[in-house]
T-cell receptor, first 116, second 111 residues
Framework: EAGVVQSPRYKIIEKKQPVAFWCNPI?????LYWYRQNLGQGPELLIR????????DSQLPKDRFSAERLKGVDSTLKIQPAELGDSAVYLC??????????????FGQGTRLTVV | SQQGEEDPQALSIQEGENATMNCSYK?????LQWYRQNSGRGLVHLIL?????REKHSGRLRVTLDTSKKSSSLLITASRAADTASYFC???????????FGTGTRLKVLA
């Protein structure tokens, strides 16, 4: 079974340019997460989807970041315009949440963004 | 914001030795998960322990959870050079499906 797939793996852009990341979660997983990981830090949650609904986007900088999960499957995360401080690894994860709320989250390889 | 805090931040041991890293957290949790991350790679899920469990084993890994102290430990026995990586704990907060990561322990196993 394929894991969480992210693309691109690497992206270098100039500041003020837009950028988009794509994530395909594990088939059947209803919950999708976008995390940002700065160098030497742990991942920080940006947004969480349950099916197609964004249920937690409190950490998403909404002035420049947007995300969508059409049909409750694939998701895209966009930054427009990018700033130097956005350089980080953007990780997507998915899980199958149930009533027990004790499930594993599986991560993709991430997209390493460098803003110059 | 990050809830968990791993201790130590960095650990260097010889191959064959045991490695112990700790995670402390702040709020009530449903579960706690440990992940491994090799340099420049994604996170690999290692083990999940539920809030009503105290200890769990998986191969050379042993995880304990003390909810009264809001802490967990990960023990890797008979370490190998391939265990060199960063290890993160992630807490599943009660009432949500949010997983909050700690700052990580960078483990280096010397051959």
């Amino acid at each position: 079974e394929a894991g969480v797939v992210q693309s691109p793996r690497y992206k270098i852009i100039e500041k003020k340019q837009p950028v988009a990341f794509w994530c395909n979660p594990i088939s059947g997983h209803n919950t999708l997460y976008w995390y940002r990981q700065n160098l030497g830090q742990g991942p920080e949650l940006l947004i969480r989807y349950e099916n197609e609904e964004a249920v937690d986007d409190s950490q998403l900088p909404k002035d420049r970041f947007s995300a969508e999960r059409l049909k409750g499957v694939d998701s895209t995360l966009k930054i427009q315009p990018a700033e130097l401080g956005d350089s980080a690894v953007y990780l997507c994860a998915s899980s199958l949440e149930d009533d027990r709320r004790n499930t594993e989250a599986f991560f993709g390889q991430g997209t390493r963004l460098t803003v110059v | 914001s990050q809830q968990g805090e791993e201790d130590p931040q960095a650990l260097s041991i010889q191959e064959g030795e045991n490695a112990t890293m700790n995670c402390s957290y702040k709020t009530s949790i449903n579960n706690l998960q440990w992940y491994r991350q090799n340099s420049g790679r994604g996170l690999v899920h290692l083990i999940l322990i539920r809030s009503n469990e105290r200890e769990k084993h998986s191969g050379r890994l042993r995880v304990t959870l003390d909810t009264s102290k809001k802490s967990s430990s990960l023990l890797i026995t008979a370490s190998r050079a391939a265990d060199t990586a960063s290890y993160f704990c992630a807490t599943g907060t009660s009432g949500t499906y949010k997983y909050i990561f700690g700052t990580g322990t960078r483990l280096k196993v010397l051959a």
